[in-house]
């Protein structure tokens, strides 16, 4: 037994420690935060379905060393995001009890004068810039999929470090949203009920995605903005060509978020400030992981 827990510690990867640390620390959270919860179990449950298929594939990769096996161990966590996501909208309030929507607000109001998330879809209410905005904002789903999985794809030996690094973000965002019950302006000021579908594809798919499947979490700040940029900056390093093709949709979140009354413009502004330090902080994490153990360590 001994032996074998030795095996599956000196297999586990930086990706699976970072997946691990996030894993447990928001279980705790959870148990710390029970009193204030309704039904923990399915979350627990999960983490637990998670930990799991962590070892589990470590097994496999054991028993059948083929580059399916290979490549659910290196990009599994992007399963999981999207879920870990909307679950901050369960744990934001353990905390603080009330969001804190009005601070930021007022901090949109007396930086600018006005509210950007308010008036930048009535100054630019064009059916085209709308478009515009939508298909920007939607492209953020794709972004991570298409850099991770394109550098793996093309430099596999190169992709765990800047894998590692995207996910890893991931998960300081989803920390903060944990701890900081910002919903955002489409919650807080309650306008999207009442506005006029929008005449073309992608806003129409985007408002159908927000009404019936977005839910009031994290906010501040824009891990939109944040994650696009950081991605664009692993993309930069490792893929030109990825660069080239998301950048530009990258430019457009940091509008877009504003735009649609996802986040409030400090929102964005706190993303351009987290961007260099979430990315200074995944490098040292996985540098220090990786020093754990010796060549098993990447799953190559």
């Known amino acids: ?34 009193p204030h919860l309704i039904d923990i179990m399915p979350h627990i449950t999960m983490r637990v379905g998670i930990i799991v298929l962590i070892f589990g594939l470590i097994y496999f990769q054991k028993l059948y060393p083929n580059t399916t096996v290979l490549f659910l161990r290196n990009l599994y966590p992007l399963v999981f ?58 492209s953020y789903y794709l972004i991570t ?11 596999k030996h190169l992709s765990y470090k800047p894998i590692f690094i995207a996910i890893f973000s991931f998960y300081l965002y989803y920390i903060i949203y944990d701890l900081l019950p910002v919903t955002g302006p489409q919650f807080y000021f309650n306008t999207l009920p009442s506005e006029s579908t929008p005449p073309y594809m992608f806003g129409k798919l985007m408002r159908y995605l927000l009404l019936n499947y977005e839910v009031p979490t994290g906010a501040f700040p824009s891990s939109h903005v944040g994650l696009a940029l950081i991605l664009s900056f692993i993309a930069w390093q490792h893929h030109k060509i990825l660069f080239y093709m998301c950048f530009p949709f990258a430019i457009g979140i940091c509008f877009a978020t504003v735009y649609l009354k996802a986040h409030y413009a400090v929102d964005v502004l ?14 040292i994490v996985y540098n220090r992981l990786l020093l754990l153990n010796t060549p098993t360590k990447q799953n190559s």
């Not at 000196?10 to 640390?21: H, K, M, Y």
Request: proline share 3%; hydrophobic share 50%.
């Open 1 to 34: 037994m001994k032996n074998r827990l030795s095996y599956f510690s000196a297999q586990l990867s930086p990706l699976d420690i970072g997946t691990l640390f996030y894993v447990l620390l928001s279980g705790l959270y959870i148990a710390i935060g029970a």
């Open 270 to 283: 706190a993303a351009l400030i987290t961007v260099p330090i979430f990315i200074y902080i995944s490098n």
């Open 81 to 138: 995001l999207s879920f870990f996501y909307s679950e901050t909208s369960y744990m934001k309030n353990i905390f603080f009890h009330t969001d804190l929507d009005v601070y930021f607000a007022n901090a949109d109001q007396y930086i600018w004068g006005f509210q950007p998330s308010l008036q930048f879809c009535k100054t630019m209410s064009q059916p085209w810039f709308n478009e515009l905005m939508n298909i920007c904002y939607f």
């Open 145 to 155: 999929a298409v850099i991770c999985i394109g550098i793996y794809i093309d430099k």
